[in-house]
């Protein structure tokens, strides 16, 4: 693991504005995208009939780019307030049923996920190509969740007007951002938006009294989702401390960490780790509460977070899934 040269990481450059227009109803995220799940880039549109209880900039159609994908896309629908369906670590697979136009009804396997803004249902890549062939020509998609009561899934139907996604499909631009836009290492510490990179295993964002800070695993630590994430002001004494992150006036994460090597909190947990990477796709300010479990007073750190899922791109190295 890379030493924390905290000097050298002032917030230097304002992250840019989003590059979004449209096709027909569809909205192209290239750069700064924080609908899908890897955030490197996305298509959205809201739909038309929803459940009552999703306002409609809440009721998207989303194709991200994925790289791991067929076509390099995952395809999600916000189906559901968050916390409507009791979900947990495991996977849970519903029933779609999806029909464009008036042609016959397809019943598919897509699983939902908990997302930053909704429940999402995600569909399995092995439909990604039917999918994406159904709407180059067709004028409407419906999908409708099959209810399970025995699992607390209620049906719930959206419709959505997909003209123009062909043209739309063929402007969306997948891949690394363009990191020209930042600077350079010949500039000084690489900037992207307010993450500063310590070397090529590290990004920080500082704020007045504290860092949060995102390192690449060393070989054989056995974190799967392949990062170590660190809060504190590098002199922290406790061994374990209560985290709360909060952005705004809402707290979105509460969890634990322990005292690393560096003098850092650093969390506990890969499970931890993922949400909050889910998260800080979304927001552009955080706030950590660091309360010492044996005693001591708390620690308020405050991190200005714009640019996260570009810097966490080119940083490389996180592996987590849903």
Known sequence: MPLRPLAALAVLV???AASAQGSGGWRIDREFDTYSYLGLGSLSTAAFQAPADLPPGDALLV???DPSGPLGVEIAAWIAPAGVFALNDEVHEVTMLVRFDQQ???AQSWFL???FFATEAVAR???NEPLVGEMVQATTMSLRIQADPARGIEERTLQYDVRGFQEAFAELRCGEPEWAAFGTPEDGPLQVGDWAFDG???MVAAGASGSLALYCAPPGSGDANGIEIEVGDYALTAPAYDLVFRSGNVDFLRTTASLNPFAAAQLDGDDVEDRLVRFLRGVVDVTVTLTPTSSGPPMVITVPTRG???A??????????R
């Open 14 to 16: 304002l992250l840019a």
């Open 63 to 65: 194709v991200g780019c």
């Open 104 to 106: 016959p009804v397809l």
């Open 113 to 115: 996920a908990e997302g």
């Open 125 to 127: 890549f092995v439909h």
């Open 200 to 202: 090529p295993d590290g």
């Open 308 to 310: 996260f899922t570009e």
């Open 312 to 321: 966490l791109a080119r940083l490389g190295c996180y592996t987590g899934g």
